[in-house]
């Protein structure tokens, strides 16, 4: 049986990260398996929905939002791209978020679920999430067919340029920039 508590103390104590664990999903995330909240410096872990799948499934949702709390708590330990990605949130429908001053401002971007699955699950500081996840579930519960196709089913289909991030991200800071002065 796996042991969130036990995981999440190491890892707090090994990174020097003043975290909370919680395993009540946010309203808007009962669905989700995990998600990290910058402000209340939580991270969130879906049990009840993780309750009969494997250890190594339950290590990668646990180690992934870990690694996203490391990701904004600490972002001088992480290059360029990571730190940029983190003032995006890009929805699997095209509604996106930017980051302002601790503030989420919100938009819409026109393009189907397909193309914005590939580049939510593109983003650095998801692609170093997922990788994070992976080793460290591979280093407490072994390697294994299972864990593998968990991981890989987090990676976007067709990685994506650069460029592509740029277009995005302008995109989101425009729509986002006329709206505040609006």
């Known amino acids: 049986m796996f042991d969130y508590e036990k995981h999440f103390e190491r890892y707090r104590g090994d990174n020097d990260l003043d975290l909370k664990l919680s395993f009540e999903m946010p309203a808007g995330y009962e669905a989700a398996n995990g998600t990290f909240d910058l402000e209340s410096k939580t991270v969130f872990v879906n049990a009840a929905l993780l309750n009969g799948s494997p250890d190594y499934e339950k290590a ?19 290059g360029d791209a990571v730190r940029r990605s983190l003032r995006y949130v890009v929805g699997y429908d095209g509604t996106c978020y930017k ?10 971007l026109e393009g189907g679920e397909e193309r914005f699955t ?65």
């Open 60 to 78: 990668f949702y646990l180690f992934h939002e870990l690694r996203h709390a490391s990701q904004y708590l600490c972002p001088g330990q992480f």
């Open 99 to 108: 980051i302002v001053d601790g503030i989420y401002y919100g938009c819409r």
């Open 118 to 182: 590939d580049i939510y699950l593109g983003q650095p500081h998801e692609i170093d999430a997922n990788a994070y996840a992976y080793e460290q579930a591979r280093n407490v519960c072994g390697d294994s067919d299972g864990l593998r196709k968990l991981y890989e089913f987090w990676l976007p289909r067709q990685p994506l340029p650069d460029e592509v991030y740029d277009s995005v991200y302008a995109s989101i800071d425009e729509m986002i920039q006329a709206e505040t002065q609006a």
